[in-house]
C-alpha cells in the first residue's frame, strides 16, 4: 500500500481557487496511475480526474476546463489546482494511487472542500 497524505481542502467562495495536494510515500513517477476523486453530501464518490504513469489525464465533463491534474516527481506529489469553484463542488475530495495495473488502490483520508458564500 502507499501511503497518501492530503492537504489543502478548506472554504472558500463561489469563483475562488483551492489547490488541493496528495504527497505519497512512493515514487509517484512510477505509478500506473493516480487521481483525485470527491463524494458530494447524498451523492455517490465520482472521479474527478486521473493522470497516469505516461502523463495522460482525462476530467470529469463537470470540471473540464476549470480543474487541473498534475504531479510534481522530485516532490512525489500530486496536486489538484481547482479554479472557478462552484457550490456545486462542496465535497470530500481524496486521492487515489496504483504501483501497478493489477495493485490493490491506496486511498488518502480526504479533504472537506465547501464552496460557499
Known amino acids: 500500500q502507499v501511503q497518501l497524505v492530503e492537504s489543502g481542502g478548506g472554504l472558500v467562495q463561489p469563483g475562488g481557487s483551492l489547490r488541493l495536494s496528495c504527497a505519497a510515500s512512493?515514487?509517484?513517477?512510477?505509478?500506473?496511475?493516480m487521481g483525485w476523486y470527491r463524494r458530494a453530501p447524498g451523492k455517490q464518490r465520482e472521479l474527478v480526474a486521473t493522470i497516469t504513469r505516461g502523463g495522460s489525464t482525462n476530467y470529469a465533463e463537470s470540471v473540464k476546463g476549470r480543474f487541473t491534474i498534475s504531479r510534481d516527481n522530485a516532490k512525489n506529489t500530486m496536486y489538484l489546482q481547482m479554479n472557478s469553484l462552484k457550490p456545486e463542488d462542496t465535497a470530500v475530495y481524496y486521492c487515489?494511487?496504483?504501483?501497478?495495473?493489477?495493485?490493490?488502490?491506496?486511498w488518502g483520508q480526504g479533504t472537506q472542500v465547501t464552496v460557499s458564500s
Open positions: 512512493g515514487i509517484v513517477s512510477t505509478f500506473w496511475d
Open positions: 487515489k494511487a496504483r504501483r501497478t495495473y493489477l495493485a490493490e488502490a491506496s
